[in-house]
């Protein structure tokens, strides 16, 4: 019996379509609309602690400043990346942040958090066939 394929998915809201992907792809996706919610869907106790996780994904798909719709900010991002950055490098799993604010966007290209705009259908387009090829 094949690995189980994990994705964990944290938006502010919804976003109908990205969790029925990985699942047709065979893949059990986990949707989680907090930082809060995410990093304990990760493994990680609630009590401040920026612990190892326990619990681990083969893919990380989140809004750059989850938590702060149109936030001028990537902290969270930064935070989660921070904790699966050597994955991502070694190719063990994939993450990914979405925004649809430019100066987020701007400013995890500067820390190097790997991002994509909302509003770039080919971005949209390349991100779905990097799932497929994964």
């Not at 990205?18 to 699942?23: D, P, Q």
């Not at 994904?57 to 001028?72: C, H, R």
């Not at 987020?104 to 994509?116: F, N, T």
Request: proline content about 4%.
């Amino acid at each position: 019996m094949a690995e189980e394929r994990k994705a964990l998915i944290a938006f502010h809201y919804p976003m109908f379509g990205i969790a029925s992907y990985f699942e047709d792809l065979g893949y059990t996706a986990v949707e989680v609309y907090n930082l809060e919610d995410m990093l304990e869907k990760m493994g990680i106790p609630r009590n401040g602690d920026w612990a190892e996780p326990t619990i681990h994904y083969d893919w990380y798909i989140m809004d750059t400043n989850l938590g702060e719709p149109n936030g001028l900010t990537c902290w969270s991002a930064e935070k989660v990346y921070g904790l699966v950055k050597k994955e991502v490098e070694e190719g063990r799993v994939r993450f990914m942040s979405f925004t649809g604010n430019d100066d987020a966007m701007r400013l995890a290209k500067e820390k190097g958090i790997p991002v994509i705009s909302k509003s770039d259908p080919h971005a949209s387009s390349e991100f779905y066939n990097q799932i497929k090829s994964y």
